[in-house]
């Protein structure tokens, strides 16, 4: 099987001939990332952004943190910058980029539907628009909504595998706001989008990190293909197995902020194999994954080196 292959089957529980990874050289690599020129949703690590958010670096990650919002108060909405994505510049060199992937599962990404909301706004004031304006608040993040209809839509077109979404959603050991405003305003633009994607013959994967459980059922019923956490052990390996093994594909490395940060090679290596068996199977259902920023995550080389190398050798064991 190709890579793309070995990732799709991965995805459809249809037996892969081996472990679907996502590490680094010289490790297996199944995915390809194409990007635009420069994406609406784009996050710079010091500065400021097309909407007007400004950024700050602590000097020792690759992402940077909102210090100043562009949409303080609703009245002046009006001057809010709201980038285009039709923009040709920005599409420059995108076909190349995918047919660059070869034989791997080419991935892209849009805009978030909640980070993208509370970098304009800011997190407080967009906790309180949900009680408070909830008609304005519902108002962008249609515009955000509209926005990644049309990126799925040419993305499409350029025949990219899988489109994935970004909005960190969980605290350590609760969502950031209530599941049921969740439900009400969030999941019916996720389900437009899941199924827009699906449509146009792309993936479903969203990244989010923090105790997110209360909400992986929903994920689920509206269309979302895989989950990619880059921590569990705040929602434990028995609890998102037990309700969660087959019925969606996990997408994930060792724990970045317990397991991978703090313990020894060996408990790297046996959390490894605590992952593909809880989570997984020779069916599908789990792709292993490199966090990309271990540098800002605290992650020696030692433990990269233990978790690549026990990946390696749960496909060559478990494969046959």
């Known amino acids: 099987m190709t890579p793309r292959e070995i990732i799709k089957n991965t995805i459809n ?7 679907a990874m996502c590490l680094r050289e010289p490790y297996t690599i199944d995915m390809h990332y194409a990007g635009l020129v420069k994406s609406v949703d784009h996050r710079p690590r010091s500065g ?3 909407w007007g958010a400004i ?11 909102v210090k100043d919002f562009p949409l303080k108060d609703w009245a002046d909405f009006n001057k809010l910058n709201i980038p285009d994505p039709a923009e040709e510049w920005r599409w420059k060199g995108f076909g190349d980029k995918v047919k660059a992937g070869g034989d791997k599962y080419v991935i892209t990404m849009g805009i978030s539907l909640y980070e993208r909301i509370h970098f304009i706004r800011g997190l407080e ?38 489109y994935i979404f970004t909005d960190d959603w969980g605290l350590q050991n609760s969502l950031m706001i209530s599941p049921q405003h969740w439900r009400e305003i969030w999941k019916p633009r996720y389900a437009e989008l899941f199924k827009a994607c699906h449509d146009n013959g792309i993936d479903t994967l969203m990244h989010s990190c923090g105790y997110i459980v209360e909400i992986l059922d929903d994920l689920i019923e509206i269309g979302l293909d895989v989950i990619q956490m880059d921590q569990q052990e705040n929602m434990g390996l028995d609890l ?33 194999n605590e992952m593909f068996e809880k989570l997984g199977s020779t069916k599908g259902g789990f792709i292993a994954k490199f966090y990309g920023d271990p540098r800002g995550a605290g992650h020696t080389e030692e433990s990269l080196e233990a978790m690549f190398d026990e990946f390696e050798k749960i496909s060559f064991r478990n494969f046959k």
Request: net charge negative; proline share 2%; aromatic share 10%.
């Open 240 to 272: 998102l197995g037990d309700r969660f093994k087959g019925r969606i594909t996990f997408f994930n490395p060792v724990d970045i902020q317990q397991t991978m940060a703090h313990g020894t090679t060996d408990q790297i290596r046996a959390y490894c």
């Open 48 to 50: 400021v952004d097309e």
């Open 125 to 162: 004031n967009t906790w309180i628009d949900i009680y408070d304006d909830r008609e304005n608040l519902e108002m962008l993040l249609d515009i955000l909504k509209d926005i990644s209809l049309y990126m799925i839509e040419r993305y499409g077109k350029h025949d990219v595998d899988g």
């Open 55 to 65: 950024w700050e670096n602590i000097g020792v990650c690759k992402l940077g943190e």
């Open 13 to 19: 529980f249809n037996n892969p001939e081996r472990l």
